[in-house]
C-alpha cells in the first residue's frame, strides 16, 4: 500500500496503540502499589515451564476438546502474525514485503493452512459455548467471548479476501494460497475485476487493518487480555513445595499481614486476577462448588478483579469503597474452601485460588468475623493442642491396646518416629487402625517411638483456616519436642500431618525425612521384613488423599501395597492429580456443615459405586476413614460398600511366626 494510505494507516496505527496501551496501563497500575512476590529465582525451570503449558499446551489439553481448539487457534495465530506484519509493514513502509524470506510462497501455504486451522477451532469454540454448553462456563462473560469470535474471524477472512482481490485484478490464481485463489474464484463470478477488484483489496486492506486495530483496543478489557499475561503469570509461578503456604509479610515492624485492601494483597496476586480466562476448569473440579456451597474459584477470581477495576473507578459501582471481605468476596464463601488444590492444578496460567483464600482468611481471624464451631475448636487447639478438647496426657490412651509398650522418642533413640496425629489419637474409629498399625511396625521388627503427650497437632488446617499465630505456636512446639528427640525418619498415618512437618516445617529451619505409613510397610513388605500372603482379593477402588496425592505425590506405594494383598483395583474417574476432595481439609471438618447439595463425600461415594462390582472403598487417611464411613451411611451403602484403611488390607494378609502366634495365644 502506498500514497496517501501511509500517513493515515501511521495515525491510525499510533493511536490504536496509544489508547491499547493507555487502558493496559490504567488494568496493571494497582500492581505497582502492591506487596512485593520474590518470583526471581530458578530462571531456567520458570521458562521451562512456560514453554511447556504455553508453547506444548501441557496443561490446556488435560480437557481435551477444549484443549486441541485452543491449539489451533494459537497455533493459527502464530502464523498469522507474518501476515499482520505485511500487512502493517506494506502500508506503513511502501515496498516492504516478506517476498524475500518466501512470504509469496512457503509462507503464504503456511499463512492458508493455518487460517483453516483458526476457523475449524473458532468452529469448535461456538459450538462448545453456544451448543454444548458445559456448567463450567456459567457465570463466565459469553458477550465478551462472541466479540473475540467475531474479531478473530475478521481478521481472518479480510486477510484471505484482500489476497483474492489481489488476485482478481490480474485474474490470476496462486498455488500457493489455495483458499485465497478460492476466494478469487468467488470475485470473479460476481464480477468483481479490474477496477472493482483494486478498489476491493483496499477495502478488505481497510477492514483486515480495522479488524486487527480494533482487536488491539478492546483486548485490555477483555478477558483475553491473557494473550498478553499469561506467559508472566506462568514464569511468576511459585516453585515453593505444593504445600507450603506463602508466610504472611510484615506492614510494620511486627503488624501481621491482614488483607483489608487491594494494596495488601501481592503484585501476583492482582496479575493472577488479570490473567483469569474464565474457562471454568477450576470450577469443575472444585468440591465445594459441587457441594453448593457458595464458592466458585473462578467467581472469586472474577470478582477479586472486578472489585479491583470498581476500586480504580473502572468499572460503574454503587459502592466504591466496598470491603473485599463481606462485600466483594462474602465470608461464607471463604469458609467453603476444603484447600484440596485442585483449582490449582487444573488452571492453565497457574492462578493461586488458595493463599488468596487464606489471606482473606487470615483477616477474618484478626477480625473476628468466625463462626462459633470453629472458634471453639480453636481453643481447644489452643489450650490442649488438639481439636477434640482432650488433654495432652490422653493422647497416648490407645497404645494401652498394643501388645507391648511402644517406645517414648523422647527419652530413647529410635529409627523411626511416630507422628500420630489427632484423630488417629482420638477418634475412637481411626484409634484401632492406629493399633493395627503399632502392632504391624512391631511384627516387622520397626525401632518406632512417639512423642506421647508431647505431641500437638501439626497445625496444618490451622494454618489454612487463617489462625497464623496458632500454626506457629503448634509448630514450635512440635519442633521444640522433636528437636529433643534422636530419630532417622518420622512416620505418620496422616497426610495432613504429613505435610505440615515435610512442607510448612522447614520454613521453620526444621527439615526431616517425612514418609507416609503407606510408604514405609511398602519398603518393609519389599525388604521382606513384613511377610504377606496375597489373598484370593476383591475388587477395590482407592481414594487419593489431598495431602498425600496432590501436594505431596504420594500416589503409588498405596497403589502397589493394594496390589501386593491381592486386590484387583479399579480406578475411580478421578483419581491421581485429579482425585476428588473427601470435603474435610482447610479446617472444614471442625466448621458446621449445613449442605445444600450432596457432600463431596457422599459424592465421592456415589463415584465409586458407579464402577460396579468394587466391594472396598480404601483409604489411606484417618479422616478419610471418618468422612466415607459417615458418607456411606448417609447414602444407605452399607451393603455395597466398605471403608477400608490400608492397616486393614495389610493385616488381614500378613504371616505372623509361628512363635509370636504361639506367644499371643498363650
Not at 489439553?61 to 494459537?74: D, K, M, N, Q, W
Not at 494454618?463 to 532417622?488: K, M
Request: glycine fraction near 8%; hydrophobic fraction near 40%; aromatic fraction near 10%.
Amino acid at each position: 500500500m502506498g500514497g496517501t494510505t501511509t500517513p493515515v494507516l501511521w495515525v491510525v496505527t499510533l493511536l490504536a496503540f496509544a489508547i491499547s496501551g493507555w487502558r493496559f496501563w490504567l488494568l496493571f497500575r494497582p500492581l505497582l502499589s502492591a506487596r512485593p512476590a520474590h518470583r526471581t529465582d530458578r530462571l531456567g525451570e520458570r521458562l521451562r515451564g512456560v514453554i511447556g503449558d504455553i508453547g506444548l499446551h501441557r496443561r490446556l489439553l488435560r480437557f481435551t476438546y477444549s484443549g486441541v481448539l485452543h491449539a489451533l487457534i494459537f497455533s493459527g495465530f502464530l502464523v498469522l502474525f507474518t501476515a499482520i506484519i505485511e500487512a502493517f509493514g506494506s502500508g506503513l513502509f511502501p515496498g516492504f514485503s516478506l517476498h524475500v524470506i518466501g512470504g509469496d510462497t512457503w509462507i503464504a501455504l503456511l499463512q492458508n493452512i493455518f487460517s483453516i486451522l483458526i476457523i475449524v477451532g473458532l468452529v469448535m469454540a461456538a459450538y462448545q459455548r453456544f451448543v454444548v454448553k458445559p456448567l463450567r462456563f456459567q457465570g463466565s462473560n459469553q458477550y465478551d467471548a462472541t466479540v473475540i469470535y467475531v474479531l478473530v474471524l475478521a481478521i481472518v477472512l479480510t486477510m484471505l479476501l484482500e489476497a483474492a482481490a489481489r488476485m482478481a485484478i490480474l485474474a490470476e490464481p496462486s498455488p500457493w494460497r489455495p483458499l485465497s485463489s478460492l476466494g478469487m474464484y468467488l470475485l470473479v463470478g460476481l464480477n468483481i475485476t479490474g477496477d472493482r477488484a483494486i478498489v476491493a483489496e483496499h477495502v478488505f486492506y481497510w477492514a483486515h487493518i480495522a479488524a486487527i486495530l480494533g482487536f488491539l483496543i478492546y483486548i485490555p478489557g477483555s478477558k483475553h487480555r491473557h494473550m498478553f499475561t499469561a506467559a508472566p503469570n506462568i514464569f511468576f509461578r511459585p516453585l515453593t513445595p505444593k504445600g507450603q503456604l506463602p508466610p504472611p509479610q510484615q506492614t510494620e515492624e511486627s503488624a501481621p499481614e491482614i488483607v483489608t485492601e487491594y494494596r495488601d494483597f501481592t503484585w501476583k496476586d492482582l496479575l493472577d486476577t488479570l490473567s483469569c480466562t474464565e474457562c471454568g476448569r477450576c470450577q469443575s473440579v472444585c468440591p465445594a462448588y459441587a457441594g453448593g456451597k457458595p464458592l466458585s474459584p473462578k467467581k472469586l477470581i472474577m470478582n477479586l478483579r472486578d472489585g479491583m477495576l470498581t476500586d480504580q473507578g473502572l468499572l460503574d459501582s454503587p459502592d466504591h469503597a466496598m470491603p473485599i471481605v463481606g462485600g466483594v468476596i462474602a465470608p461464607e464463601t471463604l469458609w467453603s474452601c476444603t484447600t484440596c488444590r485442585a483449582c490449582m492444578e487444573v488452571c492453565p496460567v497457574h492462578i493461586e485460588h488458595v493463599p488468596k483464600i487464606v489471606k482473606l482468611r487470615r483477616s477474618m481471624i484478626e477480625q473476628g468475623t468466625i463462626e462459633p464451631l470453629l472458634q471453639s475448636t480453636l481453643t481447644n487447639f489452643q489450650s490442649q493442642g488438639n481439636s477434640f478438647g482432650k488433654p495432652p496426657k490422653q493422647r497416648a490412651r490407645w497404645t494401652k491396646d498394643l501388645s507391648y509398650k511402644i517406645k517414648d522418642a523422647r527419652k530413647e533413640p529410635v529409627d523411626i518416629l511416630w507422628f500420630v496425629g489427632d484423630f488417629a489419637s482420638f477418634d475412637e474409629r481411626a484409634q484401632k487402625l492406629t493399633v493395627q498399625v503399632g502392632e504391624l511396625l512391631a511384627l516387622a521388627g520397626v525401632d518406632v517411638g512417639i512423642l506421647y503427650d508431647g505431641e500437638r497437632n501439626s497445625g496444618n488446617d490451622i494454618r489454612r483456616v487463617g489462625d497464623e499465630g496458632l500454626f506457629e505456636l503448634l509448630a514450635t512446639h512440635n519442633i521444640e519436642q522433636l528437636r529433643d528427640c534422636q530419630f532417622n525418619r518420622i512416620m505418620t498415618t496422616d497426610p495432613h500431618s504429613l505435610n505440615a512437618l515435610k512442607s510448612e516445617y522447614p520454613a521453620f529451619g526444621a527439615k526431616y525425612e517425612v514418609v507416609h505409613y503407606s510408604q514405609l510397610f511398602l519398603e518393609l513388605i519389599k525388604e521382606g521384613k513384613l511377610k504377606v500372603e496375597p489373598s484370593a482379593g476383591a475388587t477395590v477402588t482407592y481414594h487419593d488423599p489431598c495431602y498425600l496425592g496432590r501436594y505431596n505425590g504420594g500416589f503409588d506405594a498405596p497403589r502397589e501395597l493394594i496390589e501386593t494383598m491381592g486386590h484387583t483395583l479399579k480406578e475411580m474417574p478421578r483419581n491421581r492429580e485429579n482425585s476428588f476432595c473427601c470435603g474435610a481439609g482447610g479446617g472444614r471438618i471442625f466448621m458446621e456443615d449445613n449442605p445444600t447439595g450432596e457432600r463431596p463425600s457422599e459424592n465421592r461415594i456415589h463415584e465409586a459405586l458407579g464402577l460396579g462390582g468394587v466391594s472396598y472403598f480404601v483409604v489411606s487417611c484417618p479422616k478419610d476413614v471418618v468422612m466415607y464411613t459417615a458418607a456411606i451411611q448417609a447414602v444407605g451403602a452399607e451393603d455395597k460398600i466398605a471403608v477400608r484403611d490400608l492397616a486393614e488390607l495389610i493385616s488381614e494378609s500378613v504371616v505372623v511366626p509361628t512363635e509370636v502366634a504361639t506367644h499371643d495365644n498363650a
